[in-house]
């Protein structure tokens, strides 16, 4: 047993699941250049004290995936359970679809290769079904696109590969308030970790970017479907170091934002804060 303080993790996404909460996350100790290892699940009955880890993706010797295992979420559609979730390798970051039949099984390689273009380099791809047609969400990175993109692509409907051509949602600049922020080669406007929360007739996509010198995350809202257009917030929701968040409804009915903070190696945790009144 873990108290959540001693569990380094980023990224943090929690599914309600048979009266416990199951947290996936990225949990390799070097996310940047050491070769990645898989993923593992956390679970616990009351946000604060977790079982685990429990290794739920290990890499095989012919996945292509070498580093940056990143950003897993699961998301349950027609029966099953489906990790999204980043990877780079052979010189390209994208997303990928794994699949199990049970939350806390061994998940596998699902989709054909990536369902991000093979051209971008992109990342944090998440779920959303509207109409009875799945979309992924996903960021098409500023050291790509310099001017962070959140880019909405079609699936198919047994998530197995992209249908159609990707559509920009909206880009970091859109919002007004994101910092540029430099690397040691690039220069840009970050977008990261869009999630998708229907609540009444509107949607509401959390994202996070930079601001005033820290990690930040922030809502867009639609009214008129996951095509938009998406409305930003003036400034961010919060901004005190935190940032790649989600959505999920406790058992006694609140509604929890997960995020991870501080956004520095290797002290990130995960937080959980009672936004029910919030959103």
């Known amino acids: 047993m873990k108290h959540i303080s001693e569990i380094q993790i980023r990224d943090p996404f929690i599914v309600p699941e048979n009266g416990k909460y199951f947290m996936f996350g990225t949990t390799d100790p070097d996310i940047w250049n050491a070769e990645g290892q898989g993923f593992d699940v956390y679970v616990t009955e009351d946000l604060e004290n977790f079982i685990g880890p429990v290794n739920v993706f290990s890499k095989s010797d012919d996945f292509w995936g070498e580093k940056n295992f990143w950003a897993p979420e699961v998301h349950k559609y027609n029966g099953r359970y489906y990790m999204f979730a980043t990877f780079y390798g052979s010189g390209k970051r994208g997303s990928q679809i794994l699949a199990s039949d049970t939350v806390d099984g061994k998940y596998k390689p699902h989709s054909e290769g990536l ?10 791809a998440t779920f959303y079904v509207e109409n009875g ?14 001017d962070g993109e959140i880019v909405l692509q079609r ?8 249908e159609g051509e990707p559509e920009v949602l909206f ?7 994101p910092d540029r922020i430099s690397g040691d080669k690039h220069s840009g406007y970050v ?9 009444s007739n509107e949607l509401i996509m959390l994202w996070s970017s930079f601001y005033k010198g820290k990690y930040a ?5 639609s009214e008129n479907g996951i095509k938009g257009p998406w409305k930003q ?5 919060f901004w005190d170091d935190c940032g790649h968040g989600m959505l999920f409804r406790t058992y006694g009915g609140k509604l929890m934002l997960s995020v991870h903070s501080p956004n520095k190696s290797p002290y990130e945790r995960a937080c ?4 029910t009144d919030k959103l």
Not at 171 to 177: I, L, N, S, V
Not at 191 to 199: A, E, L, M, Q, S
Not at 272 to 275: A, C, E, G, N, Q
Request: aromatic fraction near 14%.
């Open 272 to 275: 959980f804060r009672d936004v």
């Open 115 to 124: 369902i991000t273009p093979e051209n971008w380099f992109s990342l944090d």
């Open 133 to 146: 047609v799945p979309y992924t969400v996903f960021c098409h990175e500023w050291i790509d696109a310099v």
């Open 217 to 221: 995350i922030t809502a867009a809202r």
């Open 233 to 237: 917030e003036k400034t961010p929701l």
């Open 155 to 162: 699936l198919s409907p047994d998530l197995k590969r992209p």
């Open 171 to 177: 880009r970091a600049t859109d919002a007004g308030w």
């Open 191 to 199: 977008t990261d970790g869009p999630f998708i929360y229907k609540k």
